[in-house]
């Protein structure tokens, strides 16, 4: 199966080089001094599930020459790109193409099903710590790496063609996961997420803080209740207790990690606060319910202002 990866940051990079270490066929979209770089030297990860991973001879591009079809297109954008990658999409796909969309948004893979009516588009996400560390370097830190994905609802989908994919994905050491309800799987992704970058954008703290007893763990922990009415609004049957579990997550995590929404906004750069935080505002608004400590961030970003 030929596999596309749109977006080489730490998502794309980590997927898209550990398929590309065990051979199978890869072409990936990057941008900038990283493209550049991948060009002159390969890709490199450094990986704390395999070892020091060097591609030497990747196919990449930016997506404006003729790169051919794909098989499979993972999209590992931020949730703000996601239109601009559309028209990659179409001049790569065939009739048979999946796309994978393994973003930190909920409405992700709705947005690419709407604009891509005649290929197969599904949902996902992805249990990661990955990062650009250099232009052409990814850095993996903590060893979890797990891809989960699987048709939304009304989506027609040849399972041999998902079992395929899977049985590629765990050949190269990624647990690939097909969910029997990725509406409820990637919404249970979202709310590690989004609390934990809304905690620390509006607080300006690392994950250190929020794991102490205070103020910055309490907020975590609304906007986790918060989204606990959310889901029962959207009739997603979590099947867990939500606090807990993301608790045990947050309190397994190296303390000085920041997410990379938070970094973006300190840098002065283009964030995903619109998915991560709005979102979750524009929900309760629509359906009439309460999510103050959502709502307090979302206006201290701007929300109501510009949006």
Do not use: W
Request: glycine residues 10%; aromatic residues 8%.
């Amino acid at each position: 199966m030929k596999y596309l990866i749109v977006g080489t940051g730490g998502t794309g990079g980590c997927i898209g080089g550990y398929l590309a270490s065990y051979g199978k066929d890869v072409t990936f979209i990057a941008r900038g001094a990283h493209l550049k770089a991948m060009k002159e030297r390969g890709l490199i990860i450094h990986s704390s599930r395999k070892g020091e991973i060097h591609i030497k001879d990747v196919k990449c591009s930016d997506g404006s020459d003729d790169i051919g079809k794909f098989d499979v297109i993972f999209v590992c954008v931020k949730g703000y790109s996601i239109y601009d990658i559309i028209p990659i999409i179409k001049k790569t796909s065939h009739e048979k193409t999946v796309v994978i969309p393994i973003l930190n948004t909920l409405t992700a893979g709705e947005k690419l099903k709407e604009a891509l009516p005649d290929i197969t588009v599904l949902d996902g996400c992805i249990y990661v710590s990955g990062y650009v560390s250099a232009p052409g370097e990814i850095t993996q830190g903590v060893m979890i790496f797990r891809v989960v994905f699987g048709p939304m609802e009304n989506t027609e989908i040849d399972m041999y063609s998902l079992k395929k994919i899977q049985d590629d994905l765990m050949e190269c050491q990624i647990d690939g996961i097909i969910s029997d309800n990725i509406k409820r799987d990637t919404f249970r992704k979202f709310s590690f997420t989004s609390p934990l970058a809304a905690t620390g954008a509006y607080f300006d703290v690392n994950v250190g803080e929020v794991q102490k007893q205070g103020k910055y763990r309490e907020m975590f922990i609304a906007l986790l209740k918060e989204l606990e009415k959310v889901a029962d609004t959207l009739n997603i049957n979590l099947t867990n207790d939500l606090v807990k579990e993301n608790l045990d997550i947050l309190d397994g995590l190296a303390p000085n990690i920041t997410a990379s929404m938070q970094k973006d906004i300190k840098k002065g750069k283009q964030s995903e606060k619109d998915e991560l935080i709005f979102d979750i505002v524009r929900i309760s608004e629509k359906n009439g319910i309460e999510v103050p400590g959502y709502k307090k961030i979302a206006e201290h970003f701007g929300y109501g202002k510009n949006y």
